[in-house]
């Protein structure tokens, strides 16, 4: 599976647009992109995913570039709830459950 | 619909003593797999599975043991723990979508080798 590079942290007023970018230079044609966030230390949370075409759903948009070897993840109002870290991952359909995380952006919402 | 269940959420061993760390959904998920994380990096997997009957080795399968006998259950089993594996173990569950696919996970659980 393809590796990611993602910033170590990130910070954002709270209200305002949180973008998270994610560099998946590597990735193959069947390798989805998906987006999980973790709150403290709670299990993660599923947020979006993607593979060519970008995606909108109520927590969030990703947007794939048209090479593929980037993404940006729009929280457009963050809140102070949103503080987590973000994970990209790319991984085939195929692998199911087999998701290989990094370490992930740490992203701070401050009042 | 409780999701993934973990249990124990906490729990403190001697080096070399056995336990077994159970994980449940109830969402007829076909597919589990046991993650480990240590302070301050990402989550790496243990093991897995595609089906009952059916598991692999992930990254990090060393020191434990897994078994599927029903869909609902994935439980792993540490035989001889080491101070090594403390750390925090999240079990996870998943279904094959027509695009991707989700992962749930559960709530964590939190064990310390000493």
């Known amino acids: 599976d393809a590796k990611t590079t993602q910033p170590t942290s990130m910070d954002c007023a709270e209200g305002r647009a949180a973008n998270l970018p994610c560099n998946h230079s590597?990735?193959?044609?069947?390798?989805?992109v998906y987006w999980y966030r973790q709150i403290h230390s709670q299990g993660p949370q599923y947020i979006i995913h993607?593979?060519?075409n970008n995606e909108t759903n109520e927590m969030a948009s990703l947007i794939i570039t048209e090479d593929r070897k980037s993404s940006t993840l729009i929280l457009p109002h963050a809140t102070l709830r949103d503080t987590a870290v973000y994970y990209c991952i790319v991984g085939r359909g195929s692998t199911l459950g087999r998701l290989y995380f990094g370490r992930g952006t740490q992203l701070t919402v401050w009042p | 619909n409780a999701g993934v269940t973990q249990t124990p959420k906490f729990q403190v061993l001697k080096t070399g003593q056995s336990m077994t760390l159970q994980c449940a959904q109830d969402m007829n998920h076909e597919y589990m797999s046991w993650y480990r994380q240590d302070p301050g990096m990402g989550l790496r997997l243990i093991h897995y599975?595609?089906?009952?009957?059916?598991?692999d080795q992930g990254e990090v399968p060393n020191g434990y043991n897994v078994s599927r006998s029903t869909t609902e259950d994935f439980p792993l089993r540490l035989l001889s723990a080491a101070p090594s594996q403390t750390s925090v173990y999240f079990c996870?569950?998943?279904?094959?979508?027509?695009?991707?696919?989700?992962?749930?996970f559960g709530e964590g659980s939190w064990l310390t080798v000493v």
């Open positions: 590597t990735i193959s044609g069947n390798e989805y």
């Open positions: 993607g593979l060519k």
């Open positions: 599975s595609v089906g009952a009957g059916i598991t």
């Open positions: 996870a569950s998943s279904y094959r979508q027509s695009s991707g696919n989700t992962i749930y």
